[in-house]
């Protein structure tokens, strides 16, 4: 558990007379030993138990430090940079930073990194980075640009992975962030794009970085006073293309602190960060721990005398220890956290690579959340199984419940998605989505958020329809308006007026027809279907009928007999499920005056293309005939005429 010990004023020297006031605070060599750099020309090393300074260094009149004072953990001496490219070393002996050894770079320093286990790096302003001790063998070396024109570097880190050193740079662009990662066991550089959230049109103010498994969990502290996450893997899948990968940035921590003034953040541990900032609704500077798993405030106190605007380091190990399998301690966290932990931990957890039994360990995943949602009703983390079926790896079997869970909350584009991906829903299932889907309101649909790729727009087909119905324009081969067969009742050219409002427009609205159309596409057994369909009440019945002749017509009015749009149903799909609903459910049917007139269109229909087929019979036996004349004329081999006749 993370706590505010009792604060201390670590210097009262009147630093900040360098335009930049403080330029930072580092860790020396002894735990309790700081070197402090002001913006001006003063360094100071200080020692926390003694409550003071223990040494002073400063450059010479007309030279301005531009780079905050480092340690070097391997030889004890420190470092610091002053006018961009002169670099100093020095050690406690030394009093005058003039007199200590000096080195002329060729380029610009924007840092001086080094941590504890290894050699100290710097960072140049281009974006290029170098060891220590290759630098000093050759001072003037040639420093390539990493980074493009108008690119400003805004932050970095620096830390061991697995007991190599890695590193990472945030850059900035008219408003835009790059992240840039490099491990010093591989010359490979990678670039990623940080994408704003939705949510996010603020400027950063403040980055943190820690290492979570496989990846960086980097987090930035916007000027909207909230924090935001953004995962980067640690080991890219493709190191050589990396130049155009995107990463996006997810609300973490909403509104933690006042977005105006200057900001600072930490990370403390797994579930603890720290913020230094002015407070809400207070606005006085504080400095406050955040349990990022439940979205609490854990404390928070007032730094009256004011701070140097940068949180003391936590102190970083020099490799990442081996830990619990990630499936296994995520089931762990579902067990007992928040909905918005879980989806945070699930999102690191898919950022790791997958293994062969990626499949199975998804399901598990979803079976113990569904578990708590059986044994915590109040308990429904819509987002992480959203997520968890979109990765295009579950089936029925492997999750049983999720459906059924899915009908209990009425959640038609979670059961929408399922119909969509899963190969092998029982039929009992399918109904009782239908049943959900026939019979949910307008209102509540219209608020539903619903994948509509298998719904195409039909205003103008409709306009284009009922011209044609004017005109007695024939669609591959069928009129709604006119009986095209000899042998059909008399009373059926006779259309009744309703017909052509049933007919022309789509009978439900356009979220309802993309539900329904992800029923049409599931697989089912006729035998086992047939049943579940009786239990359909007959006005639902009668309005999926109503929407399957609706699209038949619009199937017919082009030659390839097909809808338009991404994923429509297919004209074999409409004619299945037509037979299916009359089969299970005619004698109901016919006993409703509302299905009267539909009925009578369907029966016309059917009579149409009964004929349609006979005379497309007797076409298919002349293209045979004259297939077989034009074999014995070419086995003869004299001159002859025909003539052929077609009836």
């Known amino acids: 558990m993370a706590a505010l010990e009792e604060e201390f004023t670590l210097s009262a020297v009147p630093l900040g007379a360098g335009p930049d006031g403080l330029l930072g605070v580092e860790q020396c060599d002894k735990t309790d030993q700081f070197l402090i750099t002001d913006g001006g020309r003063t360094v100071i090393l200080y020692k926390v138990s003694d409550q003071k300074p223990l040494g002073s260094w400063s450059v010479k009149q007309g030279q301005v430090i531009t780079c905050p004072a480092v340690c070097n953990f391997q030889t004890g001496e420190y470092i610091v940079v002053h006018d961009s490219k002169v670099l100093r070393l020095w050690t406690n002996e030394d009093v005058n930073l003039d007199k200590v050894f000096k080195a002329t770079l060729s380029a610009e320093v924007y840092r001086i990194l080094s941590i504890p286990g290894t050699e100290p790096l710097v960072l140049f302003k281009e974006g290029a980075v170098r060891g220590l001790e290759a630098l000093l063998a050759e001072p003037q070396q040639k420093i390539e640009t990493v980074i493009s024109d108008e690119e400003v570097i805004k932050w970095t880190k620096f830390f061991m992975v697995f007991r190599h050193p890695a590193l990472i740079f945030i850059t900035e ?42 990846f960086i969990s980097l987090m930035s502290l916007s000027s909207d006073g909230c924090i935001y996450e953004t995962l980067i893997p640690i080991h890219p899948s493709d190191p050589e293309k990396n130049q155009h990968q995107r990463v996006v940035r997810s609300l973490l921590l909403k509104t933690v602190v006042s977005g105006n003034a200057r900001n600072a953040l930490s990370v403390l541990d797994q579930d603890h960060v720290a913020v230094l900032g002015p407070s809400l609704p207070a606005s006085k500077e504080c400095l406050s721990i955040w349990n990022t798993k439940f979205q609490t405030l854990q404390i928070s106190k007032e730094l009256p005398q004011g701070t140097s605007g940068q949180l003391r380091r936590r102190k970083i190990e020099a490799s990442v220890q081996p830990e619990v399998p990630g499936s296994q301690q995520l089931l762990s966290t579902i067990k007992k956290d928040s909905e918005k932990h879980i989806e945070m931990e699930l999102r690191k957890f898919l950022a790791i690579k997958r293994t062969p039994d990626f499949h199975t360990v998804i399901g598990d995943i979803v079976i113990g959340l569904l578990g708590r949602c059986k044994t915590e009703p109040s308990f429904y983390p819509r987002n992480s199984l959203m997520q968890l079926i979109q990765m295009h790896v579950l089936s029925y079997s492997l999750c049983p419940g999720l459906m059924e869970v899915a009908l209990e909350k009425t959640d038609v584009q979670m059961l929408q998605l399922c119909l969509q991906q899963f190969p092998d829903i029982p039929e009992a299932v399918t109904c009782a989505c239908l ?67 049933e007919t022309t427009s789509c009978p439900v609205i356009p979220k309802r027809a993309a539900l329904l159309n992800a029923v049409l596409h599931s697989a089912y057994s006729e035998t086992f279907l047939l049943p579940h369909l009786k239990d359909i009440p007959a006005q639902h019945i009668t309005l999926f009928l109503q929407y399957l002749y609706f699209l038949y017509l619009k199937c017919s009015e082009n030659a390839t007999m097909t809808l338009p749009g991404m994923h429509p149903p297919t004209l074999n799909q409409i004619m299945d499920w037509i037979c299916l609903l009359l089969d299970a459910n005619f004698t109901v049917v016919v006993m409703i005056p ?44 004299l001159y002859s005429i025909e003539v052929l006749e077609l009836f």
């Open 594 to 637: 509302e299905a009267k007139s539909l009925l009578l269109s369907l029966y016309k229909f059917v009579k149409s293309q009964i004929c349609i087929c006979s005379e497309l019979n007797k076409i298919e036996v002349s293209f045979r005939e004259l297939q077989k004349l034009n074999q014995e004329k070419n086995n003869r081999e």
């Open 435 to 501: 049943k959900m889907f026939l019979s949910i309101g307008d209102d509540s649909l219209q608020e539903t958020d619903v994948n509509m790729e298998s719904v195409s727009d039909y205003s103008d087909a409709v306009q284009e329809e009922q011209m044609e119905e004017q005109t007695g324009i024939l669609q591959n081969g069928f009129n709604p308006e006119e009986d095209n067969c000899d042998n059909c009742d008399k009373e059926l050219s006779e259309k009744p007026q309703n017909t052509i409002e």
């Open 173 to 214: 662009k008219h408003g835009n962030y790059f992240a840039y990662v490099q491990k010093f066991n591989s010359s490979v550089v990678s670039k990623y794009t940080l994408l704003l959230g939705q949510e996010e049109k603020s400027v950063i103010q403040s980055f943190t970085a820690s290492l979570c498994r496989k």
